[in-house]
């Protein structure tokens, strides 16, 4: 399947991004404002975490559904099989970092999501007005 590759800085980004995903679903930004380092040390950070015991300080708490989540304690619902993964829920307003892992998360969190919002407007933009009618703007 072709993937349409759609470099960040064009002028036409915004289109292109909503004609590849009305005709695949599927397209790659290329050259992002994200810096490639943020996503190495943040990953690298939370490799660090999930190889050592230190994980199992920050199970989550099931009122808040926020922190360390072990092997196969999720599972998707209607199965009863746990699901084969482990993963530390993250909320950037609320949610404590555990010790090792620096302000790259939360600064990686908030460029992700600065840009999830710009690709949006992109997309509402280059939408028909009807559709940008069913819009909701926060």
């Known amino acids: 399947m072709y993937v349409p590759k759609i470099p960040y800085l ?15 679903g599927f397209a790659v930004i290329q050259n992002s404002p994200i810096p490639r380092d943020l996503i190495t040390q943040t990953y690298r950070e939370w490799q660090q975490f999930f190889a050592s015991d230190q994980k199992h300080q920050y199970v989550f708490e099931p ?10 304690t999720e599972q998707a619902k209607d199965y009863h099989q746990p699901d ?4 530390f829920h993250f909320y950037p307003q609320r949610t404590q970092l555990p010790r090792g892992i620096s302000e790259s998360t939360r600064n990686l969190c908030d460029r992700l999501t600065t840009l999830a919002v710009e690709l949006l407007g992109w997309i509402e933009l280059a ?5 940008q009618q069913q819009f909701q703007t926060p």
């Open 84 to 87: 084969l993964k482990e993963f």
């Open 127 to 131: 939408s028909p007005p009807a559709v």
């Open 10 to 24: 064009d002028p036409e980004a915004g289109s292109k991004l909503a004609q590849a995903l009305h005709q695949t």
């Open 63 to 72: 009122s808040q559904q926020s922190g360390y989540f072990p092997f196969q």
